[in-house]
């Protein structure tokens, strides 16, 4: 996987928290605001990790690899993360002066489904998880697409309206998603967790809509909810964005309150049953 890692110039003694940005389902680490979110959530006291996952199509340049796309499980994605979770532990730990034990996982859109569920699954690598417009549910990913036909053909293609792609899905990534579908129940997971969680989430989202935020902020009824009033599903960010003087006000208040619950003591965070 490509991976960026951003520390601090002048980090403090103290060995780096680390937060770990999960991108979506057509997106990657060089998408709008993901390569300059640093800018603001790196601090003295924090890291933060950027990567391509392994099969998101996206080698050199933009969606060159559509034919690892089209083999793009969500069990690939897990394993993705916990790749990245292990790396983190046992190798760069001291190469980069980084703290084993907390690491802390913002995903947006599908990212911040599949950091529900791989904070089910693993919670040893999850100290606090952020969801930024995130799925509820991954039968999402697939409710326009016919399943028989998808079935018959072993492949079915989706539009990428902004570079106009017709991108590549084989039937074994649904096959795989019915195997599982039980410990990919986002819903499931966030009802489990037992770390501390913030959920923040566009009004006007037309691709992920509200409700799916309201349905995770009652499953986990601990996570902090934040509404962002009148805002999208990328909270105005476009794709390319030159640094993080072009991000509307809404997405300043993303990244604030972001910073702002990951900074804070996670036993100061109040957690009930």
């Known amino acids: 996987m490509a991976v960026d890692l951003f520390l601090p110039e002048m980090p403090g003694p103290e060995k780096l928290s680390v937060s770990i940005f ?26 933060l990790l950027t990567f391509n996952h392994s099969h998101n199509g996206v080698d050199q340049r933009d969606f060159d690899s559509l034919d690892m796309f089209a083999e793009n499980t969500i069990g690939q994605e897990l394993r993705d993360l916990e790749s990245i979770a292990r790396w983190i532990q046992e190798e760069a730990t001291d190469a980069y ?54 079935q018959k053909n072993g492949i079915t293609y989706i539009t990428n309206t902004r570079t106009h792609q017709e991108m590549p899905m084989k039937w074994l990534i649904y096959e795989e998603y019915l195997a599982h579908k039980v ?32 349905k995770l902020a009652e499953a986990c009824k601990h996570a902090i909810f934040i509404k962002v009033d009148n805002q999208g599903h ?21 990244l604030d309150n972001t910073l702002e619950f990951l900074e804070e003591e996670a036993e100061d965070q109040i957690i009930t049953e």
């Open 234 to 254: 990328t909270f105005g960010a476009q794709h390319p964005m030159v640094s993080l003087v072009e991000a509307t006000e809404a997405f300043w208040l993303v």
């Open 97 to 150: 002066h980084l703290h084993p034990e907390k690491l802390d996982w913002i995903g947006h859109s599908r990212g911040g489904g599949n950091v529900w569920v791989f904070s089910a699954l693993f919670p040893q690598y999850v100290r606090k998880i952020v969801s930024w417009s995130s799925i509820h549910t991954y039968e999402s990913l697939f409710n326009s697409i016919d399943k028989d036909a998808w």
């Open 183 to 214: 410990s990919y129940d986002i819903i499931i997971a966030a009802r489990k967790l037992d770390k501390p969680a913030l959920i923040i989430h566009g009004t006007d989202d037309q691709s992920v809509p509200f409700s799916s935020a309201e």
């Open 22 to 47: 999960c991108h979506g389902f057509k997106g990657f680490k060089n998408w709008g605001f993901v390569p300059h979110i640093h800018e603001f959530l790196v601090t003295e006291n924090r890291a």
